[in-house]
């Protein structure tokens, strides 16, 4: 996958995941699950197939990237306000969703920038953005889960 693609594509889901969190958005189990599982199996596909030319320190700076990714992802997963409506489960993000966001995407910004700095010969960083993207998504929507259980808000009725 070309750099641009991959970065319209990161984009382009990162805009439709804020865009319903920010308007707010019935949650129900497909959507929790699918998106982040789509993610983390392509982008666990395409690590897959660029880890035999990685080195180690890269792969230990994936590491750290995506410890701190799911750190936000756990802190953004908090931050979102959780409702009961007729329908079921709604969730709506705060102000501090979207700084969350804004850090969150300034982070895997910069660290793919450092990454083609301190690696300016492979492409490694650019194969793991689905994982990272997918990473961070479902940290936050493993919090989601859990809160919704805690607070006995059933799901949303997924019409699909």
Same mark, same amino acid.
């Given at each position: 996958?070309?750099?641009?693609?991959?970065?319209? *594509?990161? *984009?382009?889901?990162?805009?439709?995941?804020?865009?319903?969190? /920010?308007?707010?958005?019935?949650?129900?189990?497909?959507?929790?699950?699918?998106?982040?599982?789509?993610?983390?199996? /392509?982008?666990? #596909?395409?690590?897959?197939?660029?880890? $035999?030319?990685?080195?180690?320190?890269?792969?230990?700076? #994936?590491?750290?990237?995506? /410890?701190?990714?799911?750190?936000?992802?756990?802190?953004?997963?908090?931050?979102?306000?959780?409702?009961?409506?007729?329908?079921?489960?709604?969730?709506?993000?705060?102000?501090?969703? *979207?700084? #969350?966001?804004?850090?969150?995407?300034?982070?895997?910004?910069?660290?793919?920038?450092?990454?083609?700095?301190?690696?300016? $010969?492979?492409?490694?960083?650019?194969?793991?953005?689905?994982?990272?993207?997918? /990473?961070?998504?479902?940290?936050?929507?493993?919090?989601?889960?859990?809160?919704?259980?805690?607070?006995?808000?059933?799901?949303?009725?997924?019409?699909?």
């Amino acid at each position: 996958m070309s750099a641009v693609i991959g970065i319209l *594509l990161g *984009l382009l889901v990162l805009f439709r995941v804020v865009g319903r969190q /920010v308007t707010g958005s019935l949650v129900t189990q497909r959507s929790l699950f699918l998106m982040p599982g789509i993610l983390l199996c /392509v982008g666990l #596909l395409s690590t897959s197939s660029a880890v $035999h030319t990685a080195s180690t320190g890269e792969i230990a700076f #994936l590491a750290l990237d995506c /410890v701190l990714l799911i750190g936000f992802g756990f802190a953004r997963g908090a931050s979102i306000r959780l409702t009961q409506t007729d329908e079921g489960l709604f969730q709506k993000g705060t102000a501090m969703t *979207l700084v #969350l966001w804004l850090v969150t995407i300034a982070l895997r910004v910069g660290t793919s920038f450092a990454s083609a700095a301190l690696w300016p $010969h492979n492409s490694f960083s650019q194969a793991t953005l689905a994982l990272t993207i997918g /990473v961070t998504i479902a940290a936050q929507n493993a919090v989601i889960y859990r809160r919704s259980q805690a607070l006995r808000i059933p799901f949303a009725v997924d019409r699909a």
